[in-house]
Structures are given as structure tokens and as C-alpha cells.
């Protein structure tokens, strides 16, 4: 694991800094190669229970380093091909999204451009009150990558996501919270706490049976009700079969608190 991508694992929560404080933890391709890594191995690793994303210092990520960018104004490019590489590098964004086990953003202060992406991609989110999350993508002239539009779209609605794309105002981590960006915002020194707790939390579910619940909910976004219906039989008879379910139904016949392995 390189310097600018930090992993840990412990207790079945996996947890990957963004690790550039310097610049609020800009991308670099050496980052997005280590997270296309990391998460890849992460899905399939079944002692992993939830992924936790994060950045280092005060920031969770500005996404794309605008002073790279503005290095490389005028340079020679080949179109087709940067396409291609930046259609690869977003595959992290899917990683995120569909991966069979929680995805959890921990937003401690700016998340902006392909980093707001990010976080919006993951399942869930939680946030310093003060942390500054914005599309940013306007103000520099970029139409914004990495899902960020599908995914806002689905939180906030199609109204909403328009303007703060537009207009790429600032929504600080208390007011994300009544848009449907973020799901719970806790002053700033609170943040580490509550964000273990939350993970702890998805860490000791029935980890395969969540796995089946983001498919079904994913269908949801654009499948028909036929769909969903399809979608649903078959990931509920697939869970009767885990030794989760068998041991949560033997539980509750004995009137005690199930414990959840993950398989």
C-alpha cells in the first residue's frame, strides 16, 4: 500500500485513507490505482464486513488536483484516450456502489469535485457539522465525473442535483443531512466516535443478507416493480440458506440477541 492510500483492518471494518492533507487529499493516479486495488480485493475478501473511505487531516478530498490541471493547459492530448483512462479510473465509484457488503463515507471537512463523487457513491455517509461538500465542478469549468450525477440525482432528485451542480454552492455537513446527502452530521470532535460506531454498527449485520439488500435496492433505482419483484425472490431464498438466517431464527426462538458472522 502506497503512502497517499492508507488501509486498515480490524474487527471486519476495512478503512482507506485518502492521504495527501496537504492538498485536502487531491487525487493522484497512484491514489486511484491503489483504491481500484484495494477495493477490488475488499469486495471479495469475506472477513471484510464494511469499507469505511475517508480522507487524512481536515478534508475527506477536492477530487482532481485543479493545480495539475492548470499545469497541463495547452499540452497535446489524444481525446479518445484520456476518455478511456478516466472511464477506468471511475470504475471506483462502482466498486463503491455495488460492492456485497456497506460502504461508508466519513466526511471530516471538504468534500468537493470527484471527491464529493465518491462519497455519494458509497451507501451510507456521516459528517462534521462544518464540512464543506459541494459539486465544486462549475467553478473550474468541468461538466463532473466519477457517478456524481447519477448518484446526487438519486439522493436529492433531479431538481436539486441540477442546482448544486450549476451553481456549485456549499452545503455544510448539518444542512446535508435534510437534503438526503448525508445521513447523520455530529460536531466535528465527535466525528471519530460516531463514525466507528456506525461502522461497528454495519460490521455486526448479517453481512451476506446486506449484500443481497444493495442489489435489490440498486434494482429499485432503475429496474420496474416486475424487476424488483424478480430481484427480491431470488435474494431472499438465496439468504434463507445463510448461516446467518438459521442462526437468527434459532435465536429468536429462544428469545436471545442473534450474533452475526458474515456468512
Keep these: 500500500m502506497s503512502d497517499v492510500l492508507l488501509e486498515t483492518i480490524e ?3 476495512a478503512t482507506l485513507t485518502m492521504n495527501r492533507p496537504e492538498s485536502r487529499n487531491a487525487f493522484t493516479h497512484e491514489m486511484m ?35 495539475n490541471f492548470a499545469a497541463n493547459t495547452g499540452a497535446e492530448i489524444n481525446r479518445d484516450e484520456r476518455i ?19 460502504t461508508l463515507a466519513v466526511i471530516p471537512g471538504p468534500a468537493a469535485g470527484a471527491g464529493f463523487s465518491l462519497a455519494m457513491a458509497c451507501d451510507m455517509r456521516i459528517a462534521a457539522d462544518t464540512a464543506k461538500i459541494t459539486t465544486a465542478f462549475s467553478k473550474v469549468g468541468l461538466s463532473g465525473d466519477f457517478g456524481g450525477t447519477y448518484f446526487l440525482t438519486k439522493l436529492v432528485g433531479a431538481a436539486k442535483a441540477r442546482e448544486l451542480y450549476f451553481m456549485a454552492d456549499v452545503v455544510l455537513g448539518k444542512d446535508a443531512v435534510a437534503l438526503g446527502m448525508v445521513n447523520k452530521s455530529v460536531p466535528k470532535e465527535e466525528l471519530p466516535e460516531a463514525a466507528r460506531a456506525m461502522a461497528e454498527k454495519l460490521a455486526s449485520l448479517p453481512t451476506v443478507a446486506i449484500g443481497y439488500m444493495k442489489k435489490n435496492l440498486n434494482m429499485a433505482l432503475e429496474g420496474s416493480l416486475s424487476d424488483v419483484f424478480d430481484w427480491e425472490s431470488a435474494q431472499m431464498i438465496r439468504a434463507f440458506d445463510t448461516e446467518d438466517h438459521k442462526g437468527a431464527a ?14
Design 84 to 102: 478511456q483512462e478516466l472511464r477506468g479510473r471511475v470504475e471506483i465509484s462502482r466498486l463503491l456502489h455495488e460492492m456485497p457488503k456497506p
Design 33 to 67: 490505482s491503489g483504491l481500484a486495488v484495494s477495493l477490488t480485493r475488499l469486495a471479495a475478501d469475506r472477513t471484510v464486513r464494511v469499507v469505511v473511505l475517508t480522507g487524512a487531516g481536515d478534508a475527506f478530498s477536492a477530487g482532481g488536483d485543479v493545480k
Design 250 to 263: 434459532q435465536a429468536f426462538v429462544e428469545k436471545r440477541t442473534p450474533v452475526f458472522k458474515g456468512k
Design 11 to 13: 474487527d471486519g471494518v
